[in-house]
């Protein structure tokens, strides 16, 4: 029947409501900004307010900040796009906005985070999230996140984040509860009111609804007021989630089809049925239910969520007199909050009333809130009855005494407070209403009342100078609670002898406390924060005096002094306004009159020595920062003498006659010290005065007269001449002492250059006490580094710490050691940082270092020097990796401000950088599992927050923390990481940003040697057949290491190592589908050198590493990033091994068939230069036979030939032969001539001559070992010659008695061609054997214990040398007319290469040597007559001239070079020599010319 049901509005009227009320409402918020700022402001106080389940020392978790401060990024993210106009921008801020908001989107509503209810958290996400998709066009997912933020928490929907769109959506549907609630509470009010017999239930009951009403009614009214508020809101709650529920069954629900049941309308049942029809024109006070100010937090709606619901509050009757704050207190920013509420557009909230006595009445516009707790009845008398007549005296109080423990809040046996719901009473109309008069049926008010509030000076000073006698108030203030008490109340009668309530001033029963913590203090304006901001440097200042500060021209921190990097102010610390706002409601009085008071008041007999040392041991409240610098201990020593001197109390540390008496008893001394030249006596004297300084406990009167320019230059004196010890300490101390609270005293010493050598000639004689008192005196760095004070800092770290040591320095002289060698390491430039290094690390500085990691004080310094040692030597890490206590560094880290923190993350990705894998990931476990917290959603939190310089360094990091484990589906953590380091990428305003992350990319690869260097780059050179930079990183590594150590660790190693790499490699390549690929690109395109280097790098590895991943779809999205790119380097690049990294991932590409088949597009202009990488990279051949197996690849336009030069030496004849060996070529010409040039430069030069051959030199042979060269002459001789690099010598000759025309030799035998048929074997004894197979010879090739003939009769004879036997290889196709011959032979790389007379159509063939088969052959209608090859084309010369160049992989012919013919005669192509390296070709004639072309 649900199917079935109709109702008036069906789902898409609904649907089509929903949409446009909620995108209506969007669209307002998203156009008024200035409200936007107003209700996120609002929502802040809220969260500032103090939360009444925490007491006002708790301290959240780091983890639970982050999430608050994930909700700020989100909307600031948010309030981003929709302010800017870039499309991109808008986009990525949207992306950015939504991850932060899901954050709080998806927490836990029954738990609470940083002490604020998760509920709230979730349903402000929600709120914001609908802005998002309103942006984003997507009207359904807006309205869905603002259903769920109803359903999530209906109270502060309705009442903070949209109340009118409640009122639009909701209200409506509530008409049967409000008349409900109407009905009961104009009963309740009826009752209450005298002769209102004849009020309709419309009447306005706020005309007779004030606080004289409250105080007439009986106790049981009271509650049952108290309930029917507390049913009224749980009733709208409750009904605001059912429908919320269904709407959102509405717009989930599919209208297009039947099959799904469509969500039935529910209905608001109250909790009775009303008897009365109620309009629907609501009253505003019946709106929303109860409404919770901004100041009250979130402490009633928590009450009321777990049920905690006590007895009433309001039954004053039987209210004991410490109950009476808790059941009716004064608001003291009600007025404030009100304002505030008209301000932002929400519906008028009722009012609140405090109770007094009878006498008393609360201010318009104050608010009126009640405690749930009643366990204290018992225990006290009760003070007054709101129900007595104004003349009516109450009971007096028990107890004679204030018993201040019980002023406070009642707290469980947990020490938890609980905390306090609230009742409306007044609608907001009232509270403008003038003052009633006194009635006989309601108290009278009095006109002397007053308000304690932080904010209202004028008002405390107006409470102060009221009248003493008849109606002087006192503020009692307890936490949150305000009571105003009246001289007239029972509280001023007691008993003879029993002390009044007045006896004592307020502050002094409130606390003994003589003012409030240091850390609520602004240090520039010396009052309580009251909008504080937290620098980068870890220092709390006022906004305003801060802002101040900039706008005078500084940019430093006002107490560090450290540079700003920004000024911009950060966000107000709502961490430390929240405990402020905590302690200025429990000490109202305090929080204003601190600024007016300089003479602290020790009230209840506290000792005033407390409050003299208090600097020495301040108290820890919670921020975001700690005072962990040294500097810190001076500070606070200092505050001790200013205290001191405005301290004008009669309760001073001494009196003033005992300081004269300790003054007048140094006269003597300090006379002494000053004038006599007995050394003795001036020790003497040092001893005694420093007796005296300690009995004075630092008084200023003493510390002024010994603080004089002569008495200082008396104690420097003595540390030139003593040489007692104890003399040389006391006298360090006094001055010490001296320095803290008077800087001049300092000047005094640095005045004079000989006084800081003195000081520094102690401490290298081993006065450690020396090095406190250098420290002090900030030397600059040019005065520390000029005295070599290294060794002497580093003994003094080592030694072991004095105990019951009388002299209590200001700090350690160990510390102030360590202090001043990171001033010395921090100081020069980066040359002299580094040479301090070395000198530190070779004083075997670093595990002294180590060992004082537990000293917190220190514990910045020693990390920062440890790190700037790694920077120095790299090698070094694996001893600090070995040795120290990591959790000292997370600890620093957890406590540490941002600057710190950013040490610490330095300090860590530089130690994981190890040589060996295995303990790299070692250290990383370590860092995972130490710590009090999280480590890594600490990394996390601080990677959101981070500078933008530390982003890249904690994202790798993080994700390498994360990689330990096997790559799950999801990792918030390694997501936020690799997106960290890709938006580094981006951005290209800043490029240190970007190398920064191109550093941190490459230290993922984990590829470090020893001295910590990377070889990542080595490595891929090696992979692809580009050995060199890798043998020479590597052969450092292997001297250092024993070769059996080597050997073992190196397999286990390397498996690691590529394991990790894996990982990494998956990771960064699939994330947002391989995103990285596409930042690279841009990175790519930079016109830095160093950036564009480091990027190929990376994006080789990346590439590279694609082909051994499986392929999840993103190599098509690095294909369209990197392949233009990774062109264009290889044609711009002159660097050759930016060429091979190129190649090496171009070689991933070929194994795609869409990427080779684009790659092909850029055939012709890289073949070039692929051919030319040819001989470093063994992967160049596999692209190169890649793109020649393309069809759409033209094989003609990968080559192209220029003619170099034309040499004439026809003046020695014919060019008989050329042959090409190691950069020379070498010709032989018709008059016995035999030439060498040198051809490097591509520019042939003529380097030796030679003519020892009688007649014609017909022919030249070089074995394959290159070392000998054989030339073959018509004089009959064969002569042996050696080949230098500048010349040939000839050396041997041999008498074969024929003429020779082809040779072919090696070192056991020489094959040459005669007139006769056959060839004959010389076996160089002299024995020659003829080898006849009736044919006639024109070639000769020789291959290992092989020849082979070119003859005629179109065949190949195949020669065994071993035993000279002869077999046919191939035999053509014989033809009746014409001769068919095999005129040249060559051999290369196993083929052999054979070209002779064109036989239908062919002029030659290819043959494989291992089948005897041919796999090609040459189509040409003309004869070939010599024959060359290279890697990659085969060159064919005809008699006319022409030379013909083939394709070596499919022997296809793909241009024609035509020869010179400058003499205008018939002159033909006598021999042919291809270079097989630099790609170059050479052309010998009949006219005695060499021509050269280069191959391009």
Request: with cysteine; charged share 25%.
């Given at each position: ?493 007691s008993d003879e002898g029993s002390q009044s309530c007045n006896s004592l001033p307020c502050s002094e029963k409130m606390t003994s406390r003589s003012r409030p913590p240091k850390d609520f203090v602004c240090p520039i304006t010396g009052q309580i924060f009251n ?966």
């Amino acid at each position: 029947m649900a199917g079935n049901y109709r109702f008036a509005m069906d789902q898409k009227d609904i649907v089509r409501l929903l949409t446009t009320s909620v995108g209506s409402f969007i669209q307002d918020r998203l156009i008024n900004q200035e409200e936007r700022t107003q209700h996120k402001e609002q929502c802040a106080e809220r969260l500032a307010a103090e939360d009444g389940s925490n007491d006002k020392d708790s301290e959240f978790r780091y983890s639970d900040q982050a999430v608050l401060a994930n909700l700020d990024w989100g909307i600031e993210a948010l309030e981003e796009a929709i302010n800017t106009s870039n499309m991109e921008t808008k986009l990525a801020r949207l992306d950015y906005a939504e991850k932060m908001l899901q954050v709080c989107a998806m927490l836990d509503s029954d738990q609470q985070t940083a002490g604020v209810p998760n509920f709230y958290l979730s349903a402000w996400a929600h709120l914001n999230l609908s802005y998002l998709w309103k942006l984003r066009n997507n009207v359904h997912n807006s309205v869905l996140h603002i259903l769920e933020m109803f359903s999530i928490d209906p109270f502060f929907s309705r009442i903070d984040f949209a109340p009118e769109l409640w009122k639009e959506l909701f209200l409506p549907q509530m008409s049967s509860i409000v008349g409900w609630y109407s009905e009961a509470r104009h009963r309740l009010v009826t009752e209450a009111i005298p002769d209102s017999s004849d009020l309709s239930l419309t009447a306005d009951m706020d005309q007779f609804f004030n606080e004289s009403l409250i105080f007439t009614m009986r106790p049981d009214q009271v509650e049952k007021l108290q309930q029917l508020e507390q049913l009224y809101g749980d009733s709208l709650d409750e009904n605001t989630r059912m429908f919320a529920k269904y709407y959102k069954d509405c717009m989930n629900s599919d209208s297009s089809t039947r099959t799904k049941v469509i969500p039935m309308l529910p209905i608001a049942e109250p909790p009775a049925t009303p008897l009365h029809e109620f309009s629907r024109s609501i009253p505003d006070y019946v709106k929303f239910g109860p409404v919770l100010p901004k100041s009250a937090g979130f402490s009633a709606v928590l009450k009321s969520k777990s049920n905690m619901r006590g007895p009433s509050r309001m039954n004053a009757t039987s209210m004991p007199s410490q109950d009476l704050d808790e059941s009716l207190v004064w608001d003291p920013q009600g007025d404030m909050l009100e304002e505030n509420e008209y301000e932002s557009g929400y519906e008028p909230v009722d009012d609140y009333i405090n109770s007094g006595n009878p006498n008393s009445a609360s201010p318009s516009g104050a608010k009126m809130i009640k405690d749930e707790e009643s366990e204290l009845k018992e225990h006290v008398n009760p003070i007054f009855s709101p129900i007595d007549s104004p003349k009516t005296r109450s009971p007096k109080i028990s107890s004679p005494k204030l018993d201040l423990q019980n002023l406070s809040p009642k707290t469980d046996v947990h020490g938890r407070k609980e905390p306090k719901s609230l009742l409306r009473l007044l609608s907001s109309r009232i509270s403008h209403s003038p003052v009633p008069t006194s009635s006989p049926s309601s108290p009278q008010l009095s006109k002397d009342y007053s308000i304690s509030s932080a904010d209202s000076d004028g008002e405390l000073e107006k409470q102060k100078s009221s009248t003493r006698n008849s109606s002087r108030p006192r503020c009692m203030s307890y936490e949150n609670v305000n009571i105003v008490l009246l001289e007239n109340s029972p509280c001023n009668e007691s008993d003879e002898g029993s002390q009044s309530c007045n006896s004592l001033p307020c502050s002094e029963k409130m606390t003994s406390r003589s003012r409030p913590p240091k850390d609520f203090v602004c240090p520039i304006t010396g009052q309580i924060f009251n909008d504080p901001v937290t620098l980068e440097t870890g220092q709390t200042y006022e906004r305003k005096a801060i802002q101040e500060w900039l706008k005078r021209g500084n940019t430093t921190c006002p107490i560090t002094r450290q540079p700003l990097c920004s000024n911009s102010l950060p966000k107000t610390n709502y961490v430390l306004k929240r405990l402020i706002t905590s302690w200025k409601e429990q000490y109202p009085d305090l929080a204003q009159e601190f600024s007016y008071s300089e003479t602290p008041k020790h009230s209840f007999g506290s000792s005033p020595l407390k409050d003299m040392t208090f600097a020495s041991s301040p108290s820890r409240t919670f921020n975001f920062h700690i005072h962990n610098n040294t500097d810190d201990h001076i500070n606070q020593r200092r505050k001790r003498f200013t205290q001191a001197t405005n301290a004008t109390s009669p309760t001073s540390v001494i009196s003033q006659a005992s300081v004269e008496t300790i003054i007048n008893g140094l006269k003597p001394y300090v006379t002494c010290l000053c004038t006599s030249e007995n050394l003795q006596e001036c020790e003497t004297a040092v001893l005694a005065i420093a007796r005296s300084w300690k009995e004075s406990k630092g008084d200023p009167g003493v510390h002024a007269y010994l603080s004089k320019p002569t008495i200082i230059n008396g104690f420097a004196e003595i540390l030139s001449a003593s040489l007692n010890r104890d003399v040389l300490r006391t006298s360090v101390y006094i001055l010490s002492e001296l320095m803290i609270a008077d800087e001049s005293v300092g000047d005094v010493l640095t005045s004079v250059d000989s006084d800081f050598d003195c000081l520094a000639a102690l401490l290298k004689n081993g006065l450690g006490e020396a090095a406190v008192l250098i420290y002090q005196l900030r030397p600059a760095f040019a005065q520390l580094s000029a005295h070599e004070f290294i060794p002497s800092l580093v003994q003094l770290v080592l030694n072991k710490t004095e105990e019951f040591d009388e002299l209590q320095f200001v700090m350690e002289p160990k510390d102030a050691a360590i202090e001043m060698l990171e001033q010395i390491l921090m100081g020069g430039d980066k040359k002299s940082r580094s040479i301090t290094a070395l000198s530190l690390i070779s004083a075997n500085g670093i595990p002294a270092l180590i060992k004082c990691l537990d000293r917190v004080e220190v514990r910045r310094s020693i990390v920062s020097i440890l790190l700037c040692c790694m920077h120095a030597d790299k090698s070094c890490k694996t001893l600090i990796a070995k040795r120290i206590e990591l959790s000292h560094v997370l600890d620093l880290f957890h406590d540490g401000n941002d600057s710190v923190r950013g040490i610490c993350i330095n300090f860590l990705s530089e130690l994981v950088l190890l040589n060996r894998r295995t303990f790299s990931n070692q250290i990383l476990q370590v860092i995972r599992d130490e710590g009090a917290f999280s480590t890594m959603h600490t990394f996390l939190v601080y990677l959101q927050m981070a500078p933008m310089e530390q982003q890249p360094a904690t994202a790798s990091l993080l994700l390498q923390l994360d990689l330990l484990v096997e790559p799950r589906k999801m990792s918030m953590y390694r997501e936020e990481a690799v997106e960290a380091l890709i938006e580094a990428l981006r951005r290209k305003d800043f490029p240190n940003s970007q190398m920064m992350a191109l550093d941190a990319l490459l230290s993922l690869t984990g590829r470090f040697t020893f001295s910590g260097k990377s070889y990542t780059e080595a490595l891929l050179l090696k992979i692809a057949g580009f050995d060199q930079p890798y043998n020479a990183l590597m052969k450092p590594e292997r001297l250092s290491k024993p070769e059996s150590e080597m050997v073992e660790s190196m397999e286990e190693e390397e498996q690691a190592a590529c394991s990790w790499e894996k990982r990494v490699a998956f990771v960064l390549c699939n994330h947002e589908k391989g995103s990285i690929f596409k930042a690279l690109e841009e990175c790519l395109k930079s016109n830095s050198l160093e950036m564009a280097k480091s990027c190929l790098v990376i994006a080789a590895w990346l590439t590279h590493m694609l082909s051994t991943l499986p392929d999840t779809g993103v190599r098509g999205t690095a294909r369209r990033s990197l392949l233009d790119e990774f062109i264009n380097v290889l044609q711009s690049s002159r660097n050759l091994e930016e060429k091979i990294l190129t190649a090496l991932a171009l070689k991933t590409f070929i194994s795609d068939p869409v990427a080779l088949e684009e790659l092909g597009k850029y055939a012709k202009c890289i073949y070039g230069t692929l051919r030319k990488l040819k001989k470093y990279s063994a992967v160049v051949t596999d692209i190169q036979k890649a793109l020649m197996n393309l069809s759409s690849v033209n094989a003609t336009e990968l080559w192209h030939c220029n003619e170099l030069t034309e040499l004439d030496s026809s003046t020695n004849g014919e060019v008989l032969s050329l042959i090409h060996v190691k950069g020379r070529v070498l010709s032989s010409h018709s008059d016995g001539t035999i030439k060498m040039w040198d051809s490097g430069k591509r520019v042939l030069r003529l380097i030796q001559e030679v003519r020892e051959h009688t007649k014609a030199v017909t022919c030249l042979y070089v074995p394959s070992s290159g070392d000998k060269l054989y030339s073959g002459s018509l004089d009959k001789t064969i002569r042996v010659w050696s080949i230098k690099p500048e010349e040939i010598h000839c050396l041997q000759v041999h008498n074969v008695k024929e003429a020779v025309h082809e040779l072919a030799a090696n070192a056991e035998i020489a094959c040459f061609v005669s007139p006769a048929t056959g060839v004959k074997a010389y076996n160089w004894s002299g024995a020659i054997k003829h080898i006849n197979f009736n044919k006639h010879v024109k070639s000769l090739v020789m291959t290992g214990d092989k020849l082979y003939c070119g003859c005629s009769g179109y065949s190949i004879q195949d020669v065994d040398l071993g035993n000279l036997t002869s077999t046919t290889f191939y035999a053509g196709t014989k033809k009746l007319l014409g001769k068919q011959t095999i005129h040249s032979l060559h051999m290369h790389n196993g083929l052999l290469f054979a070209g002779g007379s064109s036989v239908d159509g062919t002029a030659g063939k290819v043959f494989s040597i291992s089948s005897k088969t041919a796999v090609g052959s040459f189509t040409t209608g003309i004869d070939i007559q010599h024959l060359a090859v290279n890697s990659d084309f085969i060159f064919t010369a005809t008699k006319c001239g022409t030379i013909d160049v083939w394709l070596k992989e499919r022997v296809t012919r793909v241009a024609s070079v035509k020869a010179n013919n400058s003499g205008g005669g018939h002159a033909k192509i006598t021999c042919l020599v291809a270079d097989n390296d630099v790609g170059m070709l050479f052309a010998g004639s009949s006219d005695g010319k060499i021509q050269a072309w280069a191959l391009e």
